[in-house]
């Protein structure tokens, strides 16, 4: 561990919230999860928001995850989420709103049952995307602390306009120089495996009326142009219980998902999803479904 990840482990321990953020393969998640075993053996409850919707480590890509860390065993078991937020993409750039709602609602889940709470953010740190979100996110959230995984001098313009505007202790932390990055290659090849095992057998398909999704169907809509659509399976209740697919045939709209039981809803994402190679394609949403780009 370099110098000073002990001391701003120490603080985030002592904290009720901390926020981490970080550019790709600065070591945010990793610092980040050296806080919540920190924390556990500290005798603390640990809630822990992935919200790198691009590579989740807490359930599937496309939404925002939750795991309640109150053991070291929960730490081996990291992929499985206690709860679910569906966002619909890998990318914040045109989503920017669902993904700090997402964040924000399974941080504030968190704080109700946790001594600690933990959000590990996505790496889109730069320009107006990368600051809005975070600010939204810092904004709802109000974290006790902002851990800023720090090379160079990339994380100053955010890391400046959150002390100005919140009162978090944010600190910044030198990036470990013998951090391998991930290839692209390897990163996609992880998102890949995750979606395979979203929609792990057994499969069950359901036939499903207009009447279930958000946003609405428009009345004028092709149901056919939904065909690939992937969406979040929701419970009633605000909850994402998991992914499903549309697909279109003998005239019928269904939804492909192997968790179906409690389904009550369907949330149309912007991503299309090949069955056989799981491999993703952005849609314009907009476009699909009123023909505006």
């Not at 924390?39 to 409850?45: C, I, L, P, Y």
């Not at 919200?51 to 496309?62: H, K, L, Q, T, W």
């Not at 001594?115 to 109000?142: F, M, N, Q, W």
Request: glycine share 10%.
């Amino acid at each position: 561990m370099i110098e000073g990840h002990s001391d701003v482990i120490a603080k985030v321990v002592k904290s009720s919230s901390a926020m981490f953020l970080g550019a790709m393969d600065t070591g945010k998640t990793t610092t980040a999860l050296a806080c919540a075993r920190a924390a556990v053996e500290a005798g603390k409850v640990v809630g822990f928001v992935d919200a790198d919707i691009s590579n989740s480590m807490i359930g599937p890509p496309a939404c925002v995850g939750l795991k309640y860390v109150r053991t070291l065993e929960d730490l081996d078991r990291f992929d499985e989420a206690d709860a679910l937020h569906f966002v619909g993409a890998i990318s914040p750039n045109k989503l920017v709103l669902q993904q700090v709602i997402a964040t924000a609602a399974l941080a504030g889940k968190a704080s109700a049952e946790c001594d600690l709470v933990i959000i590990d953010t996505s790496s889109v740190i730069s320009g107006v995307i990368g600051e809005t979100l975070k600010y939204h996110k810092a904004e709802l959230i109000r974290p006790d602390m902002v851990v800023a995984m720090q090379r160079g001098a990339e994380m100053e313009p955010i890391s400046g306009m959150l002390k100005r505007f919140f009162s978090a202790d944010v600190t910044s932390i030198a990036v470990d120089p013998d951090l391998n990055p991930s290839s692209p290659d390897q990163r996609a090849e992880r998102r890949t495996e995750a979606f395979r095992k979203a929609f792990a057998p057994e499969l069950g398909r359901w036939r499903v009326r207009s009447t279930v999704f958000a946003p609405t169907l428009p009345p004028a809509l092709e149901q056919s142009r939904l065909h690939g659509m992937l969406v979040g399976v929701q419970d009633g209740h605000g909850g994402c219980l998991g992914l499903g697919r549309l697909e279109y045939d003998d005239g019928a709209l269904r939804v492909s998902t192997n968790t179906g039981e409690g389904m009550q809803g369907l949330r149309i994402g912007s991503l299309s999803i090949d069955p056989e190679t799981f491999a993703v394609t952005p849609v314009n949403l907009r476009d699909l479904m009123f023909g505006v780009r």
